[in-house]
Every structure is written in C-alpha cells, then in structure tokens.
C-alpha cells in the first residue's frame, strides 16, 4: 500500500458544485496534515493546514479522520479557479529527531462554465 | 523573509552536460528534499537531507547527486547517466511535524529542458 494515496481524479464539475477530495494515509507516526494547490506548471502553494478538530477557510473546509487514516478538503460553491490539482502532504516522526514529508501524486479539478 | 530560493527558473542543457541546480533556504530548517515532476503527473522523490553533511536516495535517485555541507543548502546535479532529465525540479524544506504551519516550503522550481 502506498503511504498516501489520492483519487488522481480527473473530477470535472460545472461552477458552484460541491467537491470532496480524499487523501489517505498509512503511516501511523503522522503528526501534520496540509492540502496544497498546484496550478499548471508552478510549484506547489500551500491552500491549508488540517487539525484534528477540523477547519475551514471560505469555501474550503479540511477535516482529519486520525482513526481511519484520512484527510479530506470540502470546496464549496466551486469557481472557475478552483481548476487546479490539489495535493495532499503528510509528515511523519520518523525517529530520531527525524521527520519524512510524503506527497500523494495529487488530484485534478475541472471546474466547467 | 524567510524562504526557499531555487535557481536558476529555466535551464537548458546539452546531452552529455552535468547540470547543477541551487536550492537555498533560510528558515533555519533541518530537512530538505528535491522532487521530479513530469507533465501531468505527481512529485517523485529524488533524494533528500534530513540533517548536514546527510542524505538519502529518493524513488527515482538514479542518474542525480545531492550534496549537503551547509544547512541552507542542498545543490542537485543532473548528471549525463540520466536518461530523461527535462522535467521541472522542486526543492522543499518543510518544518518539523509541530503542527500547522503558514508558509508553503516549496522553492518555485527550475525547469530543465535538454536541448
């Protein structure tokens, strides 16, 4: 099983619709969470953190499943520019003062008109 | 302000050329790592440093070498055993696993084109 796993999608929804995005993990030493965007050709940027208890930002909202191993990003109200691929980046202890940042190989999103 | 800086943005290389790419960072991070990403897929590991003077092979190692004598950086060169190196190259320092954090740890990459 590989240690993060994403739907790499292509998901294509027409504005205003509700998506899910999944991550899963399996590396039970995972301390920090965090959904990135990716656009075309940039570097990553960072859209949030996930904390245990939930958060949300806009029309974004991530949520940590500690129990089941899995992250999800909620975007609500979908637009245009929304189009993007999201990642999820997970970090884990990996002994000795050590951490291990592992990337899923990310989801793409359509928003259509 | 803090941050990870690459360079240079676009690179070109020769066939048979070993290419050097910078990646520098001044946010007092220990880990550094350096990602692969071909067009329309996800990041692949190269290699990465958790400390100085220290670095493991990624996924894909074969082909790169990585040195760390500083802690704020983390130079990979492309070397001529790589058979397909025009690819864009990320480098990354992420904090240590305390929790939330502001700033995204990504340089802005390099893309390097064999010419």
């Known amino acids: 099983r590989k240690e993060v796993e994403q739907d790499p999608g292509p998901f294509n929804v027409p504005e205003g619709a509700t998506v899910a995005f999944n991550c899963t993990y399996s590396n039970s030493a995972s301390q920090s969470f965090f959904w990135y965007r990716q656009d075309c050709r940039k570097e990553p940027k960072l859209l949030m953190s996930v904390y245990s208890s939930g958060n949300e930002d806009g029309r974004f909202t991530a949520q940590l499943n500690r129990a089941s191993q899995y992250i999800s990003l909620l975007i609500r109200d979908s637009k245009l520019s929304d189009s993007a691929t999201y990642l999820c980046v997970v970090i884990a202890y990996s002994g000795a003062g050590s951490y291990q940042l592992t990337f899923g190989k990310g989801t793409k999103l359509s928003v259509i008109p | 302000d803090g941050g990870i800086t690459q360079s240079p943005k676009y690179l070109f290389r020769k066939e048979g050329q070993n290419v050097t790419l910078s990646c520098e960072q001044n946010l007092n991070h220990d880990a550094m790592y350096w990602y692969r990403q071909d067009p329309g897929q996800g990041l692949r590991l190269i290699y990465y440093s958790q400390i100085v003077n220290d670095f493991q092979k990624g996924d894909i190692a074969e082909g790169y070498s990585v040195s760390r004598e500083k802690k704020e950086s983390f130079p990979l060169t492309v070397t001529s055993a790589q058979k397909n190196p025009t690819a864009f190259y990320l480098c990354?320092?992420?904090?240590?696993?305390?929790?939330?954090?502001?700033?995204?740890?990504f340089g802005q990459g390099t893309r390097l084109t064999v010419v």
């Open positions: 990354a320092s992420p904090p240590p696993g305390w929790g939330g954090v502001t700033e995204a740890f």
